[in-house]
């Protein structure tokens, strides 16, 4: 069963950085496309950004480029999205999710606000 | 960017009647592999999105039947043969053919 546990969600101040993460488990990870999707409250889905399984490709949502960096480990089956120069606009729930968006983790929620 | 537009935004189905929801690509999502990137999620309250339809028609392991996904081009439906009580969601199509990927506004669905 495939398995996408999010964490590393919490409140932040503008300008702040913080790191959400993902570990995944059910499923050959080393493969797999990933990427992460964020859902502002009460508002619409948000592709954010999506790296190849060797992570030698990233693309990123124009929104979070310069800010927001994508990695993987693929000896610990985990992936990271280190988020930098927070904006207020960055509130959402963060989700991980697999090649296609075929699975989804519960998500983790971000808050920027002073 | 591709525009992904869904219409209708609300839907008010009747238990066991049809539904169906439109969404259109504002560029063809047909790929040089002959695949569509078009892609149905559905989101039930307090819930993960979840993948419903993959390529157009595709329905993903453990979906039921009476979801069906058409289409081509920029042109895409979901429909719902016979709507049911657990069908309530809201409901997304998404583009995968050029990053930065798209989502539509989502479709509320709801029942009378």
């Known amino acids: 069963e495939v398995q996408l546990v999010e964490s590393g969600g919490g409140l932040v101040q503008p300008g702040g950085s913080l790191r959400v993460s993902c570990a995944a488990s059910g499923f050959t990870f080393s493969s797999s496309w990933m990427s992460w999707v964020r859902q502002a409250p009460g508002a619409g889905l948000e592709w954010v950004a999506i790296?190849?399984?060797?992570?030698?490709?990233?693309y990123y949502v124009d929104s979070v480029k310069g800010r927001f960096t994508i990695s993987r480990d693929n000896a610990k089956n985990s992936l990271h999205l280190q988020m930098n120069s927070l904006r207020a606009e960055d509130t959402a729930v963060y989700y991980c999710a697999t090649d296609r968006l075929q699975h989804w983790g519960q998500g983790t929620l971000v808050t920027v606000s002073s | 960017d591709i525009v992904m537009t869904q219409t209708p935004l609300s839907l008010s189905a009747t238990p066991g009647q049809p539904a169906s929801i439109s969404c259109k690509s504002s560029?063809?999502?047909?790929?040089?592999?002959?695949?569509?990137?078009l892609y149905w999620y559905l989101q039930k309250p307090g819930q993960p999105p979840q993948l419903l339809i993959y390529?157009?028609?595709n329905r993903f392991s453990g979906v039921p039947d009476r979801f069906s996904g058409s289409g081509s081009g920029t042109d895409f439906t979901l429909k719902i043969s016979r709507v049911e009580a657990e069908d309530v969601a809201v409901y997304y199509c998404m583009q995968g053919r050029h990053v930065p990927w798209t989502f539509g506004q989502g479709t509320k669905v709801e029942i009378k």
């Open positions: 390529e157009v028609s």
């Open positions: 560029q063809s999502l047909l790929d040089s592999d002959g695949k569509t990137h």
């Open positions: 790296i190849k399984p060797d992570g030698s490709e990233k």
